[in-house]
């Protein structure tokens, strides 16, 4: 191989690789072209195959470079401004969901509570021979008033004293003992009382049965 593009820092041309097909013929095969030696040799020379060429040892200690120091060298801040509008969106939609599948659960929770009791038996009230029935205290006469007191008028049972109740009506409702034994509950108040789930509108009433759920504004009870 001529001297002049043996060196890894030669540029040689076509016409030297030409002039080495021409004045070797039985060395190369006959389908050699010039333009197919000069690949030929590029390669030898980016591979450090070339033999004025060796190959660079790697740099010993801290200065190799690791893929856990590539990590290093990334800007986190340039990551975190890539923003996946998408992603975002639906984790937006997900977290509304959760939060309202928590509320929901939050109101029914006194609801489930009292059922639970009432099956249980916790909490439940002492019947003596003067107590008809029992509604979070004691029903003494064939009648009582529910809803909220105020100062110039008197209930039964004031549910305001449970905690906030201002949608509940000052008289939200009745409840009666027949002659037959048998306990209703009628609505004057101006929002609907919930009888086991089923609305009792304003105007109406509804027999209560051993361990019915009354539901007033979000308020739970069992009769």
């Not at 190799?64 to 984790?91: C, G, I, M, P």
């Not at 979070?136 to 906030?164: C, F, H, N, W, Y």
């Amino acid at each position: 191989m001529p001297e002049a593009f043996t060196t890894s820092s030669s540029q040689p041309k076509l016409e030297v690789f030409q002039e080495m097909l021409s004045k070797h013929p039985s060395v190369f095969y006959p389908s050699r072209t010039p333009k197919s030696l000069l690949v030929h040799w590029q390669l030898l020379k980016q591979y450090y195959l070339l033999e004025d060429q060796s190959v660079q040892p790697l740099p010993k200690g801290n200065q190799v470079l690791n893929f856990s120091d590539a990590e290093q060298l990334v800007d986190d801040a340039k990551l975190k401004e890539s923003r996946d509008e998408v992603l975002e969106h639906e984790l937006m939609i997900s977290d509304r969901h959760q939060k309202k599948e928590i509320r929901q659960l939050e109101q029914e929770l006194p609801r489930w509570q009292v059922l639970v009791d009432s099956i249980t038996g916790m909490n439940s009230p002492d019947f003596d021979n003067q107590t008809l029935a029992a509604l979070r205290g004691r029903m003494g006469s064939r009648e009582i008033t529910l809803g909220r007191a105020t100062k110039d008028k008197q209930i039964d049972v004031d549910l305001s004293l449970e905690g906030p109740a201002w949608k509940i009506s000052r008289k939200q409702g009745i409840i009666k003992l027949k002659n037959n034994g048998d306990f209703f509950i009628a609505n004057e108040g101006r929002r609907p009382i919930y009888i086991d789930g089923r609305p009792v509108l304003s105007g109406y009433k509804w027999k209560l049965n051993n361990n019915s759920v009354v539901e007033v504004c979000g308020w739970f009870w069992t009769t």
